[in-house]
């Protein structure tokens, strides 16, 4: 197995027999999640993704991609949500947090439509000016409103800077295969088009096309990221807990949540996770809060956050606990140089890595805050490489499924999205939500 449940620091706060005890639950839930016969069953196409993907369409994508490469110098991502998150997250991990400032044969990548702000958006289009631009625009609906602003101002910069044809080879349209204002603008346009497949949810399509091209127009191995995922497939596919760590790690927040430690801080030493931290967040929170039940998936990127939220995990309320992301390899190496004046005190590291360094942060945080009564998961990833990652995400995938079931809710759906939306519309005068506005602007006081 690639990602490991390294159950070590754990050992304090729960005992063999409860990992145990709800074996019977894992087994029931994990042939309900296989049978699809649970809540959401609708929604399990990625749990066979990376062997059952569209070979055709995934061709497409890699040539899609190499057109981008050689035409494009500021690819523009719109999307939100699912339909932004994990190609963020899987691009500033593979290459760098830094990536658009990299020296590199491959577009910069900027990803719009995920918020409503003017000067972002400003800012976005000012650096696109003197640039070859091209676009890709991901929404499973086709109608969510901030991508759909975007949309509409980044299309009329390439048509104004291509001419309407012009602009035509370098939209991207990643939507529902056949329904939806998207998918009939793009088939009406002409756009080249990639599905949001119908079983897969936005947090659960990273690995689909809504992922996959920007990821490849980035110059990730697109192959290698699928053969991980594949592997994890074929490694977590088994109901028993002490065979398949994803269920394991489900286990154990499951155990940790019910014993009031309803925080999970998704912990990393790696300033690149940063963005999967939020792709994660976005998997668990979305999929896990419903019905005044789940756990709050909060992220910390370390040793960065224990100079600001490390006083509160060390001391602060006992409702959380830490599961580390901990890469056995750095991407690359940077070694500490011994001075003749040791004017600084560190010539006691002369020679070490900073990563040697910063696995001993690792361990004397781990033992810090186990200390502190703060449990501890670690789930060890060998390395960060394409392969790795799309393990991780599976395992990411399969866990969360399995702890959704545990808590009892459905963890494919999302219905608690549509409140601020329906008032947002409301306020805004759309058609439809008359109504609504009056008694929205009457509790406004207005
Ligand atoms: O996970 C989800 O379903 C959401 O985050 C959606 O992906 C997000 O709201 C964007 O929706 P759409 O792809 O329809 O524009």
Not at 107 to 128: H, Q, R
């Amino acid at each position: 197995m690639s990602v490991t449940f390294n159950g070590k620091y754990l050992a304090p706060f729960i005992n063999a027999h409860e990992y145990d005890a709800l074996q019977p639950q894992v087994t029931a839930l994990h042939k309900v999640l296989r049978e699809g016969t649970g809540l959401g069953s609708d929604f399990r196409g990625w749990i066979e993704l990376p062997e059952k993907y569209d070979r055709e369409e995934f061709a497409r994508i890699k040539a899609a991609a190499q057109k981008i490469k050689k035409d494009t110098q500021v690819f523009i991502v719109i999307g939100i949500g699912g339909s932004y998150l994990g190609s963020r997250a899987v691009i500033e991990l593979m290459h760098s947090p830094f990536y658009n400032s990299l020296k590199k044969d491959t577009p910069d990548i900027y990803f719009v439509g995920n918020n409503i702000n003017s000067g972002y958006l400003n800012e976005v289009l000012a650096l696109c000016e003197g640039k070859d631009v091209s676009v890709n625009i991901i929404s499973k609906s086709g109608t969510t409103t901030e991508p759909s602003i975007a949309f509409r101002v980044f299309r009329a910069l390439l048509e104004k800077k291509y001419g309407k044809d012009g602009s035509k080879g370098r939209i991207y349209v990643t939507t529902d295969k056949a329904k939806g204002t998207l998918k009939k603008l793009a088939t009406e346009e002409g756009y080249e088009t990639f599905v949001v497949p119908d079983d897969i949810g936005g947090r659960y399509s990273v690995l689909s096309a809504v992922g996959l091209l920007p990821i490849a127009a980035s110059g990730v191995d697109i192959d290698e990221l699928m053969a991980g995922a594949k592997a994890a497939q074929d490694d977590l596919a088994s109901d028993d807990i002490a065979k398949n760590d994803s269920y394991k790690y489900a286990v154990a927040r499951n155990i940790l949540a019910r014993r009031g430690r309803d925080i999970e801080i998704l912990v990393s030493y790696e300033p690149a996770f940063a963005m999967m931290n939020e792709w994660w967040k976005q998997l668990f929170g979305e999929s896990e809060g419903k019905d005044n039940k789940g756990l709050y998936p909060a992220s910390a990127i370390f040793s960065t956050d224990l100079h600001s939220l490390g006083q509160f995990i060390q001391q602060g309320s006992r409702t959380m606990f830490e599961t580390v992301v901990h890469f056995g390899q750095a991407k690359t190496s940077l070694t500490i140089d011994k001075l003749d004046e040791d004017i600084d005190g560190l010539n006691f590291l002369a020679g070490k890595t900073l990563d040697y360094v910063n696995d001993r942060a690792f361990e004397g945080t781990v033992l810090a805050h186990t200390d502190g009564n703060v449990p501890n998961v670690v789930l060890e990833v060998p390395k960060i490489d394409a392969h790795e990652i799309g393990y991780l995400i599976y395992f990411f995938w399969n866990a969360c499924a399995m702890s959704g079931y545990l808590v009892g809710i459905n963890p494919f759906d999302q219905p608690g999205v549509e409140s601020y939306k329906k008032n947002m519309f409301a306020l805004l005068g759309k058609p439809g939500y008359e109504s609504e506005k009056a008694v929205l602007e009457a509790r406004l006081g207005r």
